[in-house]
């Protein structure tokens, strides 16, 4: 009896020890947050050039991986889709906007066969959590982010909102409805009385905190609204830049151009795009001009500034917690900065709201082209177009037992490589099948031999591939193609010494044209791409979509 009183007691705590080492080993899994801030240009971060104060940001840039190339989208929904799923946008079901086309490819919410982050995270035995903006379904409850795997959700379920209310925003024949939802549940704040940046910061703090009772790792996914129009910011964040845009658009961008070619991110032998001719001279404006324009880029640095302000409570509240040595953080942005209104103004200006000054809860303005182009320096072009300056992302990766600080690379890393980046970290098996459904495979990269063995860039084999509203791109080396709705003429770039894509050299090299080409038409295939133009005439441009130029 004796002898099996022990050997119970031995088994027991062989059991016991099992479970802790077991809880142990989960506990040391790695914590993932993911910050997506939404229509910033390329070097609008302070460590990416700016004139714009961004402390937090910098001091993630200062002791992590800066990348040179990184793509998104480039446009809002789109690059959600991918970022959420690891798909390209027309696998999830996002092909063109969230709004439903009547195809598979276009039904304006993600599908079921595109498994989320918050899906894959938490069969891997994560707390999944999301602050700030969805955009990839919200019409149906099953398609909002409680429904689509993640344990807490706060923020809005479409694609824009004014920050100090939820009043519905004036486009088009309908007022666009604003939900602010948290966990399923419609919040009604008191206008005014709040600033919509901090609360996505505060509701992530607090997401943290009620984490931390769990004894699981965790993905957060802390997705800025900032600083998407309308133009609107704390005066105390104002008051910061008050006369720091005197000097205007011409002289800051070759400001910037400075400090990025100081800083290795742009490489001395690399092109610049050239002067956007759509943008006036600054010293040609008025008096008056002069400070009609610089009191929006006031309000937009303020809205970065914000942005930048509650990624530090996270990260204080990251340390408070003891997680920060074993937490990757990476952080990104949707697409470039927005152009295109001095031709084609899809807000239209009549909708500008001035019930007070511009910034206040009661105006609703944007930032425009004259100011998007010191934004996407020193690339070509804007939100939703497909060279340069539209799709390309500052990239910024903070692991500190992990990543070298201060390293600057070349990556060229995509959204689609996020998914496959962040399982391969957790030790998360992507699930072939889900709920019965068989799962859409992954087509991205882990970039961890990037971010933790210093590789240079990803070691892909294929291309990589766009299509939006008829725009289409290929990158595969050093060449990117592209071509822009509703021109089919495809221009080549040789994009290892001219990344500011100013000498089009598509009639000197027919084959590689040709070569890009058929490698587009078979993954547009196989992707459910359609072709755009028999879209549009049922589908005028969105809310939140950037004209086509």
Not at 20 to 30: G, L, V
Not at 66 to 91: D, M, W
Request: charged content about 25%.
């Amino acid at each position: 009896m004796k002898k099996t009183l022990i050997t119970l007691n031995l088994l027991l705590s062989a059991i016991v020890s099992v479970q802790a080492q077991n809880k142990t080993a989960e506990n040391s899994k790695p914590n993932v947050i993911l910050i997506l801030v939404d229509d910033m240009g390329y070097s609008d971060l302070g460590n990416y050039g700016s004139e714009i104060k961004t402390p937090n940001v910098d001091k993630l840039a200062s002791e992590g991986l800066r990348l040179r190339e990184f793509y998104n989208n480039s446009i809002c929904a789109p690059t959600r889709a991918s970022v959420l799923t690891g798909q390209y946008q027309h696998k999830a079901g996002i092909g063109y906007f969230d709004v439903n086309l009547g195809l598979p490819a276009y039904q304006g919410y993600l599908n079921k066969e595109s498994l989320t982050l918050g899906e894959v995270f938490r069969s891997g035995g994560y707390s999944t959590l999301i602050s700030g903006k969805w955009h990839v379904g919200s019409e149906d409850k099953a398609q909002w982010p409680n429904q689509r795997g993640f344990d807490k959700f706060y923020g809005i379920l479409k694609g824009a909102s004014n920050y100090f209310d939820t009043k519905p925003l004036p486009f088009g024949k309908t007022p666009y409805p604003v939900k602010l939802i948290r966990n399923n549940e419609e919040l009604h704040p008191k206008d005014d009385s709040y600033y919509f940046t901090d609360e996505i910061g505060n509701n992530a703090v607090t997401f943290l905190d009620e984490q931390n009772k769990e004894n699981k790792p965790f993905f957060l996914y802390l997705a800025f609204t900032a600083p998407h129009w309308p133009l609107q910011a704390k005066q105390v964040d104002i008051a910061k830049y008050r006369g720091k845009f005197d000097e205007g658009w011409d002289v800051l961008r070759e400001k910037r151009i400075k400090k990025l070619k100081e800083s290795g991110i742009l490489p001395a032998n690399q092109t610049i795009s050239p002067r956007d001719p759509e943008v006036p001279e600054w010293d040609k404006l008025t008096y008056d001009e002069k400070q009609f324009w610089k009191a929006k880029m006031e309000v937009y640095a303020a809205m970065v500034d914000n942005m930048d302000q509650n990624v530090g409570k996270v990260l204080e509240k990251l340390k408070a917690l003891k997680k920060d040595k074993n937490t990757l953080i990476i952080f990104i942005a949707d697409n470039g900065a927005q152009g295109g209104f001095n031709t084609y103004n899809p807000l239209n200006r009549a909708l500008v709201r001035n019930d007070g000054p511009v910034g206040s809860s009661g105006s609703f303005d944007y930032q425009e082209q004259n100011w998007a182009y010191l934004s996407n320096t020193p690339l070509q072009e804007y939100k939703n177009n497909m060279h340069e300056g539209g799709f390309s992302s500052p990239f910024i990766a903070w692991f500190p037992s992990k990543i070298k600080a201060g390293r600057i690379d070349k990556g060229t890393g995509h959204i689609i490589d996020l998914a496959p980046t962040f399982y391969d970290l957790a030790g998360i098996e992507y699930p072939k099948n889900y709920n019965g459904v068989v799962s859409n495979p992954l087509p991205g990269k882990s970039l961890l031999p990037v971010l933790f063995d210093n590789v240079s860039e990803v070691n892909r084999g294929e291309p990589l591939f766009w299509e939006r509203a008829g725009n289409r791109a290929v990158r595969e080396g050093k060449w990117k193609l592209v071509s822009i709705y509703p021109s089919y003429q495809w221009e080549l770039y040789n994009l290892e010494t001219d990344r500011g894509e100013t000498t089009n050299i598509a009639q000197q090299n027919p084959g590689i044209v040709n070569a890009l080409s058929a490698k587009y038409f078979d993954w547009a295939d196989k992707t459910g791409v359609v072709e755009y133009s028999k879209f549009k005439a049922r589908n005028e441009l969105m809310p939140g979509a950037a004209p086509k130029r």
